[in-house]
Protein backbone atom coordinates (compact mmCIF):
# COMPACT_ATOMS: atom_id res chain seq x y z
CA UNK A 1 0.00 0.00 0.00
CA UNK A 2 2.87 2.39 1.17
CA UNK A 3 4.32 1.65 -2.66
CA UNK A 4 1.36 2.12 -4.43
CA UNK A 5 0.96 5.59 -2.37
CA UNK A 6 4.37 6.67 -3.60
CA UNK A 7 4.48 5.67 -7.15
CA UNK A 8 1.33 7.99 -7.24
CA UNK A 9 3.88 11.33 -7.08
CA UNK A 10 6.77 9.21 -8.64
CA UNK A 11 8.35 6.37 -10.60
CA UNK A 12 10.26 3.85 -7.84
CA UNK A 13 13.29 4.94 -9.59
CA UNK A 14 13.97 8.19 -7.78
CA UNK A 15 13.08 7.17 -4.62
CA UNK A 16 15.83 4.61 -5.20
CA UNK A 17 18.00 7.63 -6.07
CA UNK A 18 17.10 9.45 -3.47
CA UNK A 19 17.84 6.78 -0.52
CA UNK A 20 21.00 6.04 -2.38
CA UNK A 21 22.22 9.44 -1.97
CA UNK A 22 21.04 9.61 1.80
CA UNK A 23 22.74 6.07 2.60
CA UNK A 24 25.94 6.62 0.99
CA UNK A 25 26.19 10.92 2.86
CA UNK A 26 25.48 8.93 6.54
CA UNK A 27 27.93 6.56 5.57
CA UNK A 28 30.49 9.24 4.68
CA UNK A 29 29.49 11.53 7.84
CA UNK A 30 30.25 8.49 10.50
CA UNK A 31 33.38 7.65 8.70
CA UNK A 32 34.40 11.21 9.25
CA UNK A 33 33.35 10.91 12.41
CA UNK A 34 35.31 7.73 13.40
CA UNK A 35 38.45 8.73 11.58
CA UNK A 36 38.57 12.38 13.33
CA UNK A 37 37.93 10.20 16.84
CA UNK A 38 41.15 8.04 16.06
CA UNK A 39 43.09 10.92 14.74
CA UNK A 40 42.26 12.98 18.08
CA UNK A 41 43.01 10.06 20.20
CA UNK A 42 46.09 10.44 18.50
CA UNK A 43 47.10 13.44 18.76
CA UNK A 44 45.91 13.59 22.52
CA UNK A 45 48.45 10.78 23.44
CA UNK A 46 51.48 12.16 21.37
CA UNK A 47 50.83 15.13 23.23
CA UNK A 48 50.91 13.31 26.91
CA UNK A 49 54.31 11.71 26.03
CA UNK A 50 55.58 15.46 25.24
CA UNK A 51 59.57 15.82 26.86
CA UNK A 52 60.10 11.71 26.27
CA UNK A 53 61.77 11.49 22.60
CA UNK A 54 62.01 7.50 22.62
CA UNK A 55 57.95 7.59 23.63
CA UNK A 56 56.67 9.81 21.65
CA UNK A 57 58.69 8.12 18.63
CA UNK A 58 56.99 4.59 19.14
CA UNK A 59 53.76 6.44 19.99
CA UNK A 60 53.72 8.07 15.74
CA UNK A 61 55.02 5.43 14.29
CA UNK A 62 53.78 2.28 15.70
CA UNK A 63 49.81 3.63 15.36
CA UNK A 64 49.99 4.21 11.79
CA UNK A 65 51.56 0.92 11.20
CA UNK A 66 49.34 -1.29 13.57
CA UNK A 67 46.18 0.23 12.23
CA UNK A 68 47.52 0.34 8.18
CA UNK A 69 48.59 -3.89 8.83
CA UNK A 70 45.02 -4.31 10.52
CA UNK A 71 42.83 -2.59 7.70
CA UNK A 72 45.15 -5.26 5.05
CA UNK A 73 44.61 -7.78 7.71
CA UNK A 74 41.09 -6.78 7.30
CA UNK A 75 40.56 -6.35 3.73
CA UNK A 76 42.04 -9.47 2.38
CA UNK A 77 40.70 -11.91 5.00
CA UNK A 78 37.13 -10.77 3.91
CA UNK A 79 37.51 -9.93 0.56
CA UNK A 80 40.73 -9.86 -1.38
CA UNK A 81 39.05 -7.67 -3.99
CA UNK A 82 38.76 -4.88 -1.14
CA UNK A 83 42.36 -3.49 -1.59
CA UNK A 84 42.77 -0.58 -3.47
CA UNK A 85 40.95 2.30 -4.87
CA UNK A 86 38.32 0.67 -6.30
CA UNK A 87 38.06 2.63 -9.38
CA UNK A 88 39.32 0.89 -12.10
CA UNK A 89 37.26 -1.86 -10.96
CA UNK A 90 34.25 0.33 -11.36
CA UNK A 91 34.78 1.83 -14.60
CA UNK A 92 35.43 -1.97 -15.81
CA UNK A 93 31.87 -2.99 -14.22
CA UNK A 94 30.28 0.00 -16.07
CA UNK A 95 32.18 -0.94 -19.74
CA UNK A 96 30.37 -4.14 -19.25
CA UNK A 97 32.65 -7.04 -17.57
CA UNK A 98 30.36 -9.16 -15.38
CA UNK A 99 32.52 -8.90 -11.92
CA UNK A 100 30.63 -10.69 -8.79
CA UNK A 101 32.84 -10.24 -6.16
CA UNK A 102 33.65 -5.96 -6.34
CA UNK A 103 29.98 -5.81 -5.55
CA UNK A 104 29.24 -7.74 -2.78
CA UNK A 105 28.17 -7.37 0.99
CA UNK A 106 31.50 -8.92 1.91
CA UNK A 107 33.59 -6.34 -0.08
CA UNK A 108 31.44 -3.81 1.42
CA UNK A 109 32.06 -3.99 4.73
CA UNK A 110 35.53 -5.18 4.51
CA UNK A 111 36.22 -2.02 2.52
CA UNK A 112 34.74 -0.11 4.40
CA UNK A 113 36.24 -1.11 7.97
CA UNK A 114 39.47 -1.01 6.28
CA UNK A 115 39.45 2.47 5.09
CA UNK A 116 38.51 4.08 8.17
CA UNK A 117 41.96 2.24 9.67
CA UNK A 118 43.81 3.89 6.42
CA UNK A 119 42.22 7.32 6.60
CA UNK A 120 43.16 7.28 10.93
CA UNK A 121 46.89 6.77 10.14
CA UNK A 122 46.68 10.16 9.08
CA UNK A 123 49.01 12.43 7.18
CA UNK A 124 51.73 9.97 7.58
CA UNK A 125 50.33 7.49 4.95
CA UNK A 126 48.85 10.19 3.49
CA UNK A 127 46.11 8.77 1.65
CA UNK A 128 42.62 9.44 1.11
CA UNK A 129 38.86 7.80 0.50
CA UNK A 130 37.13 9.20 -2.80
CA UNK A 131 37.77 6.46 -4.72
CA UNK A 132 37.25 3.28 -2.58
CA UNK A 133 34.18 6.07 -1.63
CA UNK A 134 32.80 5.50 -5.22
CA UNK A 135 33.15 2.19 -5.22
CA UNK A 136 31.27 2.33 -1.27
CA UNK A 137 28.46 3.70 -3.27
CA UNK A 138 28.56 1.39 -6.50
CA UNK A 139 28.21 -1.53 -4.21
CA UNK A 140 25.52 0.18 -2.49
CA UNK A 141 23.66 1.01 -5.63
CA UNK A 142 22.62 -2.37 -6.63
CA UNK A 143 20.96 -3.73 -3.79
CA UNK A 144 17.75 -0.75 -4.64
CA UNK A 145 17.17 -2.86 -8.20
CA UNK A 146 15.98 -5.38 -5.64
CA UNK A 147 12.45 -3.41 -5.36
CA UNK A 148 11.83 -3.62 -8.95
CA UNK A 149 9.55 -6.25 -9.85
CA UNK A 150 9.70 -6.69 -13.47
CA UNK A 151 13.04 -8.11 -15.16
CA UNK A 152 13.25 -6.21 -17.87
CA UNK A 153 13.16 -3.07 -15.16
CA UNK A 154 15.83 -4.68 -13.55
CA UNK A 155 18.20 -4.91 -16.49
CA UNK A 156 17.61 -1.34 -17.75
CA UNK A 157 17.75 0.06 -14.24
CA UNK A 158 21.66 -1.80 -12.94
CA UNK A 159 23.91 0.27 -15.56
CA UNK A 160 21.68 3.32 -15.04
CA UNK A 161 21.84 3.01 -11.14
CA UNK A 162 26.10 2.26 -11.11
CA UNK A 163 26.09 5.43 -13.09
CA UNK A 164 24.35 7.44 -10.50
CA UNK A 165 26.25 5.55 -7.80
CA UNK A 166 29.36 7.02 -8.81
CA UNK A 167 28.10 10.00 -9.04
CA UNK A 168 26.83 10.00 -5.24
CA UNK A 169 30.46 8.53 -4.03
CA UNK A 170 32.00 12.14 -4.59
CA UNK A 171 29.02 14.19 -3.52
CA UNK A 172 28.86 12.80 -0.61
CA UNK A 173 32.51 13.12 0.05
CA UNK A 174 32.55 16.89 -0.16
CA UNK A 175 29.08 18.29 -0.43
CA UNK A 176 29.64 19.07 -4.06
CA UNK A 177 26.98 17.69 -6.38
CA UNK A 178 28.25 18.97 -9.30
CA UNK A 179 31.29 17.79 -9.69
CA UNK A 180 30.39 14.56 -8.39
CA UNK A 181 27.89 14.67 -11.68
CA UNK A 182 31.20 15.68 -13.93
CA UNK A 183 33.54 13.08 -12.64
CA UNK A 184 31.05 10.16 -13.21
CA UNK A 185 31.17 11.61 -16.91
CA UNK A 186 34.84 12.06 -17.35
CA UNK A 187 36.30 9.31 -14.86
CA UNK A 188 33.57 6.12 -15.03
CA UNK A 189 33.39 5.58 -18.31
CA UNK A 190 34.15 5.96 -22.36
CA UNK A 191 30.39 7.06 -22.57
CA UNK A 192 27.64 9.07 -20.81
CA UNK A 193 24.00 8.77 -21.64
CA UNK A 194 21.89 11.75 -21.48
CA UNK A 195 18.88 10.05 -19.86
CA UNK A 196 21.59 9.76 -17.05
CA UNK A 197 21.86 13.36 -16.32
CA UNK A 198 18.52 14.06 -14.55
CA UNK A 199 19.00 11.01 -12.21
CA UNK A 200 22.82 12.00 -11.31
CA UNK A 201 21.92 15.32 -10.56
CA UNK A 202 18.96 14.34 -8.19
CA UNK A 203 21.17 11.70 -6.12
CA UNK A 204 24.13 13.79 -6.03
CA UNK A 205 21.77 16.64 -4.31
CA UNK A 206 20.11 14.50 -2.15
CA UNK A 207 23.60 13.04 -0.84
CA UNK A 208 25.53 16.27 -1.07
CA UNK A 209 22.46 17.87 0.92
CA UNK A 210 22.38 15.08 3.55
CA UNK A 211 26.23 15.33 4.45
CA UNK A 212 25.96 18.59 4.94
CA UNK A 213 22.86 18.65 7.09
CA UNK A 214 24.41 15.85 9.27
CA UNK A 215 27.70 18.37 9.98
CA UNK A 216 25.13 20.89 10.93
CA UNK A 217 23.16 18.67 12.83
CA UNK A 218 26.60 17.44 14.67
CA UNK A 219 27.79 21.18 15.59
CA UNK A 220 30.66 20.81 13.06
CA UNK A 221 29.24 24.04 11.61
CA UNK A 222 26.96 26.62 12.35
CA UNK A 223 25.02 26.38 8.99
CA UNK A 224 25.05 24.81 5.36
CA UNK A 225 28.58 25.87 3.99
CA UNK A 226 31.48 24.77 1.76
CA UNK A 227 33.59 21.65 3.69
CA UNK A 228 36.36 24.20 3.75
CA UNK A 229 34.92 27.54 3.72
CA UNK A 230 37.12 30.10 2.40
CA UNK A 231 36.97 34.28 2.55
CA UNK A 232 38.65 35.65 -0.47
CA UNK A 233 37.77 39.35 -1.45
CA UNK A 234 35.04 39.14 -3.91
CA UNK A 235 35.72 43.03 -5.04
CA UNK A 236 39.05 42.52 -6.77
CA UNK A 237 40.20 39.05 -6.05
CA UNK A 238 43.41 39.21 -8.95
CA UNK A 239 44.49 41.27 -11.50
CA UNK A 240 44.19 40.53 -14.76
CA UNK A 241 48.00 39.85 -15.60
CA UNK A 242 48.06 37.41 -12.58
CA UNK A 243 46.02 35.24 -15.00
CA UNK A 244 49.20 34.61 -17.03
CA UNK A 245 50.97 33.25 -13.30
CA UNK A 246 47.90 30.97 -13.22
CA UNK A 247 48.59 29.53 -16.46
CA UNK A 248 52.40 29.24 -15.70
CA UNK A 249 50.66 27.59 -12.49
CA UNK A 250 49.32 25.23 -14.80
CA UNK A 251 52.46 24.48 -16.86
CA UNK A 252 54.37 23.58 -13.38
CA UNK A 253 51.92 21.66 -12.17
CA UNK A 254 51.79 19.35 -15.38
CA UNK A 255 55.55 19.25 -15.39
CA UNK A 256 55.37 17.62 -11.54
CA UNK A 257 52.13 15.06 -12.54
CA UNK A 258 54.06 13.85 -15.58
CA UNK A 259 57.53 13.53 -12.80
CA UNK A 260 54.55 11.65 -10.29
CA UNK A 261 52.67 9.55 -12.66
CA UNK A 262 56.29 8.01 -14.41
CA UNK A 263 57.49 7.38 -10.71
CA UNK A 264 54.07 5.69 -9.91
CA UNK A 265 53.69 3.41 -13.17
CA UNK A 266 57.96 2.76 -12.26
CA UNK A 267 57.44 1.86 -8.43
CA UNK A 268 54.14 -0.33 -9.56
CA UNK A 269 56.30 -2.35 -12.04
CA UNK A 270 59.14 -2.54 -9.54
CA UNK A 271 56.59 -4.48 -7.07
CA UNK A 272 55.19 -6.43 -10.05
CA UNK A 273 58.12 -7.70 -11.47
CA UNK A 274 60.90 -7.74 -8.49
CA UNK A 275 60.40 -11.59 -7.69
CA UNK A 276 61.38 -11.70 -4.11
CA UNK A 277 59.72 -8.48 -3.48
CA UNK A 278 56.39 -9.60 -4.87
CA UNK A 279 56.71 -13.61 -3.54
CA UNK A 280 57.15 -11.33 -0.15
CA UNK A 281 53.68 -9.26 -1.14
CA UNK A 282 51.68 -12.61 -2.07
CA UNK A 283 52.32 -13.82 1.53
CA UNK A 284 52.58 -11.65 3.82
CA UNK A 285 50.77 -8.33 2.94
CA UNK A 286 49.67 -7.29 6.23
CA UNK A 287 53.82 -7.14 7.68
CA UNK A 288 54.51 -5.39 4.29
CA UNK A 289 51.88 -3.15 4.86
CA UNK A 290 53.22 -2.71 8.80
CA UNK A 291 56.80 -2.01 7.31
CA UNK A 292 56.03 0.76 4.84
CA UNK A 293 53.83 2.35 7.33
CA UNK A 294 56.32 2.39 10.00
CA UNK A 295 59.16 4.02 7.69
CA UNK A 296 56.81 6.50 6.15
CA UNK A 297 55.95 7.18 10.69
CA UNK A 298 60.06 7.13 10.70
CA UNK A 299 60.89 10.03 7.99
CA UNK A 300 58.02 11.88 9.05
CA UNK A 301 58.56 12.01 13.05
CA UNK A 302 58.48 15.54 13.91
CA UNK A 303 62.16 15.53 15.37
CA UNK A 304 63.07 13.71 11.88
CA UNK A 305 62.12 15.32 8.78
CA UNK A 306 58.13 15.81 10.01
CA UNK A 307 59.93 18.80 10.99
CA UNK A 308 60.39 20.37 7.67
CA UNK A 309 57.02 19.38 6.29
CA UNK A 310 54.28 19.72 8.87
CA UNK A 311 54.05 16.65 9.96
CA UNK A 312 51.81 17.18 12.89
CA UNK A 313 48.62 18.37 10.60
CA UNK A 314 46.28 16.50 9.83
CA UNK A 315 44.94 15.95 5.73
CA UNK A 316 42.08 18.62 6.52
CA UNK A 317 44.61 20.42 8.42
CA UNK A 318 46.81 20.91 6.24
CA UNK A 319 44.59 21.71 2.89
CA UNK A 320 42.50 24.73 5.41
CA UNK A 321 46.33 26.25 6.35
CA UNK A 322 47.04 26.12 2.50
CA UNK A 323 44.04 27.78 1.22
CA UNK A 324 44.01 30.42 3.48
CA UNK A 325 43.94 33.85 2.26
CA UNK A 326 46.12 35.68 4.84
CA UNK A 327 49.47 35.94 2.95
CA UNK A 328 52.32 34.12 4.77
CA UNK A 329 54.44 37.19 4.29
CA UNK A 330 52.30 39.36 5.72
CA UNK A 331 52.01 36.96 8.98
CA UNK A 332 55.72 36.94 9.23
CA UNK A 333 55.59 40.65 10.07
CA UNK A 334 53.18 40.34 13.01
CA UNK A 335 52.61 37.07 14.17
CA UNK A 336 51.82 37.38 17.45
CA UNK A 337 48.17 38.48 16.65
CA UNK A 338 47.14 35.42 15.23
CA UNK A 339 44.16 33.63 17.15
CA UNK A 340 43.71 29.72 16.76
CA UNK A 341 44.08 27.96 14.59
CA UNK A 342 45.54 29.94 12.57
CA UNK A 343 49.01 30.07 14.90
CA UNK A 344 49.42 26.35 15.36
CA UNK A 345 49.07 26.63 11.56
CA UNK A 346 51.93 29.32 10.94
CA UNK A 347 54.00 27.06 13.57
CA UNK A 348 53.45 24.60 11.75
CA UNK A 349 54.98 25.46 8.24
CA UNK A 350 57.33 28.61 9.54
CA UNK A 351 58.69 26.28 12.55
CA UNK A 352 61.84 28.16 14.31
CA UNK A 353 64.83 28.06 12.56
CA UNK A 354 63.12 27.80 9.12
CA UNK A 355 61.24 29.86 6.62
CA UNK A 356 58.17 28.90 5.37
CA UNK A 357 59.45 28.67 2.05
CA UNK A 358 62.17 25.83 2.87
CA UNK A 359 59.28 24.10 4.56
CA UNK A 360 56.93 24.24 1.61
CA UNK A 361 60.16 23.41 -0.72
CA UNK A 362 60.76 20.45 0.93
CA UNK A 363 57.02 19.37 1.34
CA UNK A 364 56.70 19.29 -2.61
CA UNK A 365 59.91 17.34 -2.93
CA UNK A 366 59.40 14.71 -0.18
CA UNK A 367 55.81 14.17 -0.67
CA UNK A 368 56.11 12.81 -4.24
CA UNK A 369 58.10 9.86 -3.15
CA UNK A 370 56.12 9.32 0.16
CA UNK A 371 53.14 9.24 -1.87
CA UNK A 372 54.61 6.75 -4.67
CA UNK A 373 55.76 4.40 -1.82
CA UNK A 374 52.12 4.78 -0.13
CA UNK A 375 50.64 3.38 -3.58
CA UNK A 376 51.87 0.40 -3.35
CA UNK A 377 50.22 -0.52 0.16
CA UNK A 378 47.80 -3.02 -1.06
CA UNK A 379 45.06 -1.82 1.71
CA UNK A 380 41.39 0.25 0.73
CA UNK A 381 42.35 3.59 0.03
CA UNK A 382 42.27 6.54 -2.49
CA UNK A 383 44.61 8.78 -4.03
CA UNK A 384 42.72 11.91 -5.48
CA UNK A 385 42.85 13.45 -1.99
CA UNK A 386 46.97 13.54 -1.45
CA UNK A 387 47.72 14.70 -5.07
CA UNK A 388 44.62 17.82 -4.08
CA UNK A 389 46.44 18.26 -1.32
CA UNK A 390 50.14 18.27 -3.13
CA UNK A 391 48.48 20.84 -5.63
CA UNK A 392 47.35 23.36 -3.14
CA UNK A 393 50.80 22.98 -1.63
CA UNK A 394 52.85 24.25 -5.02
CA UNK A 395 50.22 26.60 -5.68
CA UNK A 396 50.71 27.72 -2.03
CA UNK A 397 54.57 28.20 -2.96
CA UNK A 398 54.13 30.20 -6.06
CA UNK A 399 51.00 32.38 -4.59
CA UNK A 400 53.27 32.88 -1.30
CA UNK A 401 56.91 33.70 -4.11
CA UNK A 402 54.46 36.27 -6.11
CA UNK A 403 53.24 37.96 -2.65
CA UNK A 404 56.60 37.94 -1.64
CA UNK A 405 58.12 39.95 -4.78
CA UNK A 406 55.34 41.83 -4.95
CA UNK A 407 55.14 42.74 -1.48
CA UNK A 408 54.36 46.40 -1.88
CA UNK A 409 50.99 45.62 -3.45
CA UNK A 410 50.07 45.74 -7.43
CA UNK A 411 49.25 48.96 -9.35
CA UNK A 412 48.65 51.74 -7.45
CA UNK A 413 45.65 50.61 -5.73
CA UNK A 414 47.98 48.64 -3.50
CA UNK A 415 46.34 45.27 -3.85
CA UNK A 416 48.35 42.74 -2.60
CA UNK A 417 48.32 39.45 -4.03
CA UNK A 418 46.09 36.64 -2.45
CA UNK A 419 48.23 33.10 -1.94
CA UNK A 420 45.04 30.90 -1.24
CA UNK A 421 43.82 31.58 -4.32
CA UNK A 422 47.32 30.22 -6.09
CA UNK A 423 46.86 27.07 -3.61
CA UNK A 424 43.14 26.48 -4.90
CA UNK A 425 44.32 26.78 -8.78
CA UNK A 426 47.55 25.18 -7.59
CA UNK A 427 45.00 21.54 -6.10
CA UNK A 428 42.65 21.57 -9.20
CA UNK A 429 45.11 21.70 -11.98
CA UNK A 430 47.36 19.19 -10.58
CA UNK A 431 44.67 16.98 -9.57
CA UNK A 432 43.30 17.24 -13.13
CA UNK A 433 46.85 16.54 -14.74
CA UNK A 434 47.00 13.69 -12.75
CA UNK A 435 43.47 12.91 -13.56
CA UNK A 436 43.46 14.21 -17.10
CA UNK A 437 39.99 15.48 -16.31
CA UNK A 438 38.29 19.04 -15.50
CA UNK A 439 36.01 18.22 -12.71
CA UNK A 440 38.89 18.85 -10.16
CA UNK A 441 38.55 22.78 -10.95
CA UNK A 442 34.90 22.88 -10.23
CA UNK A 443 35.60 20.63 -6.99
CA UNK A 444 37.78 22.90 -5.50
CA UNK A 445 35.43 25.85 -6.24
CA UNK A 446 32.39 23.85 -4.40
CA UNK A 447 34.57 22.57 -1.77
CA UNK A 448 35.33 26.01 -0.43
CA UNK A 449 32.14 28.10 -2.22
CA UNK A 450 35.01 30.19 -3.82
CA UNK A 451 33.24 31.33 -7.03
CA UNK A 452 35.44 34.25 -7.46
CA UNK A 453 38.39 32.28 -8.77
CA UNK A 454 36.78 30.14 -11.04
CA UNK A 455 38.30 31.45 -14.45
CA UNK A 456 42.11 31.40 -12.43
CA UNK A 457 41.32 28.06 -11.40
CA UNK A 458 39.97 26.72 -14.87
CA UNK A 459 42.66 28.22 -17.12
CA UNK A 460 45.46 26.26 -14.73
CA UNK A 461 43.68 23.31 -15.06
CA UNK A 462 43.44 23.71 -19.00
CA UNK A 463 46.92 23.98 -19.06
CA UNK A 464 47.92 21.90 -16.88
CA UNK A 465 45.77 19.09 -18.92
CA UNK A 466 46.78 20.50 -22.18
CA UNK A 467 50.77 19.26 -21.65
CA UNK A 468 49.97 16.19 -19.28
CA UNK A 469 47.71 14.83 -22.31
CA UNK A 470 50.45 15.52 -24.53
CA UNK A 471 51.56 12.28 -26.55
CA UNK A 472 48.68 9.96 -25.33
CA UNK A 473 50.01 9.55 -22.02
CA UNK A 474 47.94 7.46 -19.70
CA UNK A 475 46.29 9.27 -16.17
CA UNK A 476 46.35 8.15 -12.97
CA UNK A 477 43.37 5.59 -13.19
CA UNK A 478 44.54 4.39 -16.88
CA UNK A 479 47.83 2.97 -15.54
CA UNK A 480 45.75 1.24 -12.75
CA UNK A 481 43.39 0.16 -14.92
CA UNK A 482 46.15 -1.19 -17.24
CA UNK A 483 48.18 -2.51 -14.85
CA UNK A 484 45.76 -4.45 -13.64
CA UNK A 485 44.39 -5.46 -16.97
CA UNK A 486 41.11 -4.21 -16.53
CA UNK A 487 40.98 -2.09 -19.64
CA UNK A 488 38.52 -3.58 -21.71
CA UNK A 489 35.25 -6.17 -21.85
CA UNK A 490 36.48 -9.98 -22.38
CA UNK A 491 37.20 -10.45 -26.45
CA UNK A 492 34.00 -13.17 -26.70
CA UNK A 493 32.04 -10.20 -25.20
CA UNK A 494 32.63 -8.10 -28.07
CA UNK A 495 31.08 -8.25 -31.52
CA UNK A 496 32.05 -5.80 -34.28
CA UNK A 497 29.83 -3.13 -36.83
CA UNK A 498 30.92 -2.13 -40.44
CA UNK A 499 30.90 1.90 -40.28
CA UNK A 500 32.19 2.01 -43.51
CA UNK A 501 34.00 0.27 -46.38
CA UNK A 502 36.94 0.79 -44.13
CA UNK A 503 35.92 1.17 -40.70
CA UNK A 504 34.67 -0.55 -38.07
CA UNK A 505 33.99 -0.35 -34.90
CA UNK A 506 34.06 -2.61 -31.69
CA UNK A 507 30.79 -2.89 -29.18
CA UNK A 508 30.36 -4.62 -25.91
CA UNK A 509 27.89 -7.13 -26.02
CA UNK A 510 25.26 -6.35 -23.28
CA UNK A 511 21.08 -7.65 -22.07
CA UNK A 512 19.85 -4.19 -23.23
CA UNK A 513 21.95 -2.13 -25.27
CA UNK A 514 25.41 -2.45 -26.89
CA UNK A 515 28.17 0.14 -25.44
CA UNK A 516 30.85 1.25 -28.22
CA UNK A 517 34.60 0.75 -27.20
CA UNK A 518 36.04 2.42 -29.89
CA UNK A 519 36.77 2.66 -33.78
CA UNK A 520 39.59 0.89 -35.84
CA UNK A 521 40.56 1.79 -39.55
CA UNK A 522 40.82 -2.03 -41.52
CA UNK A 523 44.32 -0.87 -42.55
CA UNK A 524 45.45 -0.29 -38.92
CA UNK A 525 44.01 -3.56 -38.08
CA UNK A 526 46.15 -5.23 -40.98
CA UNK A 527 49.11 -3.34 -39.41
CA UNK A 528 48.51 -4.35 -35.85
CA UNK A 529 47.39 -8.27 -37.12
CA UNK A 530 50.96 -8.04 -39.12
CA UNK A 531 53.07 -7.55 -36.16
CA UNK A 532 51.27 -9.95 -33.39
CA UNK A 533 51.37 -12.73 -36.83
CA UNK A 534 53.76 -15.06 -34.28
CA UNK A 535 51.76 -14.61 -31.35
CA UNK A 536 49.27 -17.61 -30.06
CA UNK A 537 45.69 -16.61 -29.14
CA UNK A 538 43.01 -18.17 -28.68
CA UNK A 539 40.26 -18.18 -31.23
CA UNK A 540 37.27 -16.25 -30.08
CA UNK A 541 33.44 -15.81 -31.88
CA UNK A 542 32.46 -12.33 -32.73
CA UNK A 543 29.20 -11.33 -34.16
CA UNK A 544 29.76 -9.44 -37.30
CA UNK A 545 26.91 -6.79 -38.22
CA UNK A 546 27.13 -6.30 -42.01
CA UNK A 547 24.62 -3.43 -42.11
CA UNK A 548 26.46 0.14 -42.73
CA UNK A 549 26.02 3.04 -39.95
CA UNK A 550 24.90 6.33 -41.36
CA UNK A 551 26.63 9.28 -40.30
CA UNK A 552 25.02 12.52 -39.43
Request: net charge positive; aromatic share 12%; with cysteine.
Amino acid sequence: YVKKVLVYFASMEWYCYALLGIITALMSFFMDMTVAKLLNAHQWLYGCLKGHHLLQFLCWTLYPACLCALSTSFAHSICPFSAGSGVPEARAILLGMDMPDYLSLSNLFAKLFGLICTLASGSTVFLGKVGPFVHLSIMVGPTFILLYENQMEIRAAKGEMLVVASAVGVASCFGAPVSGVLFSIEVMGTHYSVRDYCPCFFAAACGAITFRLLSVCSRDQETIQALFKTSFSSDLPYQPFEIFIFALLGLFCSILSCIYLFCHRWALRFIKTNKPISRFLATEKSLYSAIVAFLLACFTFYHSAGYFIAAELTMKQLLTSLLDGTSWYTVSQNASVLSEPQKTFWQAWNPPGRSYFQTLGFFIAAKVGLLVVACTLPLPAGYFMPVFVYGAAVGRLVGEGSAYLLSDGISSAKILINPGGYALAGAAAFSGAVTHTLSPALLALEMTGQCSHAVPALVATLVSNAVARAKHRPSFYDVNTLLICLQAPPLNCIFLAFLSSEALAFFSRLPDSPILLGTINKSQLRERLHQHRNEVIEPITCRVITRTVQSY
